[in-house]
């Protein structure tokens, strides 16, 4: 399930100190030599790897690059004023190299301190932020992409007039951004991992569980058929016996969980960092904070508990996230998902219908998933803070919505 996608999480960027212990969590914790990666999938899937490619889940991380950056390098639309007239950022482009330097004082007094991107971080839908290493820790950096305002901003939370390179990238964070991360630290600091053998972007394993069994069923059962005679047929094989997860086929509440793991909130680990197999108890390995009936939650970073508010997942036992949401797929427009929501309800029991008629069917979603700011994607720009506008995924009537069509 998505929110937009601005940074599929980037409010676990803003968020990252305050990480307790974590405890001893599950014991069978699968291997990462099961894993075979995104390749070895494309080779019989190629028709969903072709989609999947252009999704925000897959362009959460991604190598830095000129398609991958959305920011610019040039002047002057490559510098960032502060807060601080002594202070401004500008990234520049160098080498195959891209680079985020904070410049204090004036010429010819000038400092510089410079630092790679070496991770970009974000689909890019609403924005981006950017990550390095310092040997085998990481960090992120002072400036981010707004795509709604199509300029550098501070990143979130951090001060603006401020040049702050020291905010560690926690295992939390990568969990909801990339395939995978070794991490290295048996004890703080937590930001430390191994540089090779990651996996950038939300890999088909991540929601499908590790795939070594799977290929090799089905090339045992290649194998077999090539060995059949005209007359003799195959064993057939079916989703329960395939050596892989099937999301749509897990109870509803397995599947929520697959997608609870980055849309679920913050949460703290009960075990290592990607362990968690789908079909498995998210709780068994993440701790998610419950919210009460009445506490407020924040538009972003909570898209599973505002669901489960809703009227429409009470009243359904079947619903779910991939009840709306084709993960293969890149994000349909908002008005689009009207679909879904006549699938269930009839256009005429809308209580603007009488006034609007059949033109309301055509939106549902800004009505009853309002678009609304965010409280923690928050930003400076221009000595102003902005705040990010994400969809509520609590479905319901909002009167603000019913007095704009009046």
Known sequence: MSAGRFFNGIVLLALLLGFGAPRVGPQDSPKRENYVGDAACRACHDDIDRTYLHTGHHLTSQTPGSSSILGKFSAPSNTLATADPTLRFVMSARGGGF????????????????????????????????LYWKGDRLFQLPVSYWTPLGEWVNSPGYLDGTAE???????????????????????????????????????????????????????????????????????????????????????????????????????????????????????????????????????????????????????????????????????????????????????ESCGLFPKLGGEIEKNCVDCHMQVQESDVIVSAVGGKQVKMRIRNHWIKVYPAAVSMRD
């Open 165 to 347: 390179f020291t905010r560690p990238i926690d295992p939390r964070c990568l969990e909801c951004h990339a395939g995978y991360f070794a991490s290295i630290a048996s004890a703080p600091p937590a930001n430390r991992y191994r540089k090779t053998g990651f996996d950038l972007g939300i890999t088909c394993e991540r929601c499908h569980g590790p795939g070594r069994e799977h290929i090799g069923l089905e090339q045992a059962r290649a194998r077999q058929a090539a060995n059949s005679t005209l007359n003799a047929s195959p064993d057939k094989t079916n989703g329960a016996d395939s050596g892989i997860v099937n999301p749509g086929s897990l109870s509803r509440e397995r599947q929520v969980d697959v997608c609870a793991e980055c849309h679920g909130g913050l949460g703290e680990e009960r075990g290592a960092a990607f362990s968690f197999v789908p079909g498995r108890v998210l709780a068994d390995y993440l701790t998610l904070v419950v919210p009460g009936p009445d506490a407020k939650l924040d538009v972003h970073g909570n898209q599973v508990a505002l669901l489960e508010r809703s009227r429409c997942y009470r009243s359904s036992p079947q619903m779910s996230c991939i009840t709306c949401h084709d993960v293969h797929a890149p994000e349909r427009a908002a008005a689009e998902y009207s679909d879904r929501c006549l699938g269930c309800h009839k256009v």
């Open 99 to 130: 680079f985020q330097s904070a410049v204090f004082g004036r010429a010819p007094d000038e400092l510089t301190h410079t630092e790679q991107i070496d991770i970009v971080v974000g689909s890019g839908e609403r924005g981006q932020s950017y």
